[in-house]
Structures are given as C-alpha cells and as structure tokens.
C-alpha cells in the first residue's frame, strides 16, 4: 500500500497555510501554536524545531510527546469526512489538528476549541 501523499509532506510547508486561514479571520499564529501544542504534547520550542527541520506529517505525530486524549473529543467534518470514523490513525490525527484549526477561523473560544 503506498502511503498518503500529506504523510510525507513536511508540516513546515502546510504551517502556514493553518496560520494564514486563522490570521485571514482575525485569529493569530500564537492561537494556532496554542492548538498545535494542545493536540501534540510538543513545547514552543520544540515545535519550532520541528519546523525548522522540515518534519513531515508521519515524523510529526510519531514523536509528538503526549497526544492530548482529549482529542478523542474532537467531532465532525473535515473535507466531506467525519474525523471520528477515519480508520488510519495518522490521518485521523491530521484531520483533527485541520478540524481544530477550522473551528479557530470560524470563530470559536480557544476553551471551546481545546475542549476544556
């Protein structure tokens, strides 16, 4: 089976896409940081250097330190797909973070957004 083609994209390249869409709706960089860290487990200065290092997607979540289990919390729609019934793991865990980050765009409270 080949692999998706966002797995090994590297998340550096769709970052600022995430930036851009929340920046477009009044949201900022350190929002989708926020989101970022939340879902991953990652700090500040360790998302950067995955940044910075041009991780893909498949490196990303593999050693993302703590996937949040709130996540499990995240439902709904990304691209016409419910993000709770994706079977593959890592893309259900991309789709998350593109889901979170819609909901950021869309105005939503970061408690809300963050599930607490």
Not at 66 to 94: F, H, K, Y
């Amino acid at each position: 089976m080949t692999k998706h083609r966002i797995y090994t994209t590297s998340f550096a390249s769709v970052y600022p896409h995430y930036v851009a869409k929340a920046e477009k709706k009044g949201r900022s960089k350190a929002e989708v940081d926020q989101i970022i860290l939340w879902l991953t487990g990652y700090g500040q200065e360790q998302l950067d250097a995955r940044l910075a290092d041009k991780t893909d997607f498949e490196t990303f979540f593999a050693q993302a330190p703590r996937l949040n289990p709130a996540r499990a919390n995240i439902t709904g729609v990304v691209c016409g797909v419910r993000v709770e019934a994706i079977e593959d793991p890592l893309m259900r865990e991309i789709r998350y973070l593109d889901k979170l980050i819609d909901e950021l765009a869309k105005g939503k409270a970061m408690e809300k957004i963050l599930r607490s």
